[in-house]
């Protein structure tokens, strides 16, 4: 009778172990279904990510006779109006780019810094081996545009580009060269524009 029941329970503990066709096939249907909620989900963010990009203004900047003009880089994004956040030390005038020109001009940027490198000449020169050298700006673009319909506001980081030449004759000031903007990322809404521009240019610029 002991023996019948061993037997008996090692049936039932072998068919509990094996998987029915049934069994194997629900298990499969359950891994494509979950491949697809993954593939699904993926492709959502995919597409969340590919409208905010549409919808995310970058202004491309280029300088010439003393000016600089911007466009979007998406064609379908129209700049309602911007300001531009400049160092304090060298915001001479506000500064706003207004449709359809786009366009500031910097002609007291390059006098404001060409005046800069000159009070700092013998600081500077200590610091480059050489006469001449490359720098930046920073400054802050804060926009106004339209997208897809929509009304958006943001604020972006640039550098400004320049290269600064430097005399041996300390009576003849420095010549200043600006090459133009170039985007470097967007900011958070609670960042301040005036004072990350402004504590950027004082680290930048620390004497000796």
Do not use: C
């Not at 008996?8 to 279904?33: C, E, F, G, M, Y």
């Not at 989900?41 to 911007?70: C, H, I, P, R």
């Not at 109006?81 to 500031?104: C, D, Q, S, T, W």
């Not at 060269?177 to 680290?203: A, C, N, R, T």
């Amino acid at each position: 009778m002991s023996k019948k029941n061993n037997t008996n329970n090692k049936k039932q503990q072998k068919q509990k172990k094996s998987w029915s066709w049934s069994d194997r096939l629900a298990l499969v249907a359950i891994i494509i279904s979950l491949s697809s909620a993954v593939f699904s989900f993926m492709q959502y963010n995919l597409s969340l990510t590919q409208d905010t990009e549409k919808k995310t203004a970058v202004w491309v900047g280029q300088y010439q006779n003393q000016e600089m003009t911007f466009e979007s880089y998406n064609s379908d994004i129209r700049l309602q109006y911007a300001a531009v956040y400049f160092p304090m030390h060298a915001n001479g005038a506000e500064f706003l780019i207004r449709p359809p020109e786009n366009k500031i001009s910097v002609e007291n940027l390059e006098i404001f810094l060409s005046r800069h490198y000159s009070s700092r000449q013998k600081y500077v020169a200590e610091d480059y081996s050489s006469n001449g050298f490359d720098s930046y700006l920073p400054f802050v673009i804060s926009s106004n545009y339209v997208a897809a319909g929509q009304s958006y506001h943001q604020k972006s980081f640039y550098h400004l580009n320049y290269s600064v030449d430097l005399s041996d004759n300390p009576s003849r000031p420095p010549v200043v060269s600006i090459h133009g903007p170039v985007f470097m990322k967007h900011m958070e809404d609670y960042e301040d524009p005036q004072g990350v521009v402004d504590l950027l240019w004082k680290v930048q610029n620390q004497q000796k």
